[in-house]
Antibody
């Protein structure tokens, strides 16, 4: 059974750094793109970026380029999303997703449970 | 402002049919596959339709998808109160070199 299990909720202050994780299991982690999707409170879904754990090829949405860093450690089948300096506007639920084929244009066939990040002074 | 345009809300009675539209352009829907996601209240989204009209295993045939030109449509028949959710369309945008979503449509089953 394919599973994406994300790390728990976080409460941070503006300016702090953060790294959240997503562990994949039940499939070949290095053969599928993994992505991140943001959902701000009461708002819709936003495509942030994706990484191919097999070779660490990473692509970002222009809206998120330079704002976050996506990485992966294939030895432990885990992908990461990190911020170097959080802002209040980063408050959101972040979903880890798996792309449904080897194409970076593919749909998201599995979703993690979401990680709530709250940034407040 | 989302790249893909969806109606904010739709509603219909139990047992009836509803359609949700998703409008884009040649750089996204016009030349790429469309997928649809259902987000029940308080839960993570779930894949409903991929590659314009394919259903993943376990998704009932009450849900259907179609695409024509730069627009796509999600259809739901035999509506149930359990179908009340937010529905999102998604695709790749070749100009942005990134994925994009619609703004979401809230379905109310009256």
């Amino acid at each position: 059974e394919v599973q994406l299990v994300q790390s728990g909720s976080e409460v941070k202050k503006p300016g702090e750094s953060l790294k959240i994780s997503c562990k994949g299991s039940g499939y070949s982690f290095t053969s599928y793109w993994i992505g991140w999707v943001r959902q701000m409170p009461g708002k819709g879904l936003e495509w942030m970026g994706i990484i191919y754990p097999g070779d660490s090829d990473t692509r970002y949405s222009p809206s998120f380029q330079g704002q976050v860093t996506i990485s992966a450690d294939k030895s432990i089948s885990t992908a990461y999303l990190q911020w170097s300096s959080l802002k209040a506007s980063d408050t959101a639920i972040y979903y880890c997703v798996r792309l449904g084929s080897s194409s970076l244009r593919a749909h998201f066939d599995y979703w993690g449970q979401g990680t709530l990040v709250t940034v407040s002074s | 402002q989302s790249v893909l345009t969806q109606p904010p809300s739709v509603s219909a009675a139990p047992g009836q049919k509803v359609t949700i539209s998703c409008s884009g352009s040649s750089s996204n829907i016009g030349n790429n596959y469309v997928s649809w996601y259902q987000q029940l209240p308080g839960t993570a989204p779930k894949l409903l339709i991929y590659d314009n009209n394919k259903r993943p295993s376990g998704i009932p045939d009450r849900f259907s998808g179609s695409k024509s030109g730069t627009s796509a449509t999600l259809g739901i028949t035999g509506l149930r109160t359990g179908d009340e959710a937010d529905y999102y369309c998604g695709t790749w945008d070749s100009s942005l070199s990134a994925g994009v979503f619609g703004g979401g449509t809230k379905l109310t089953v009256l």
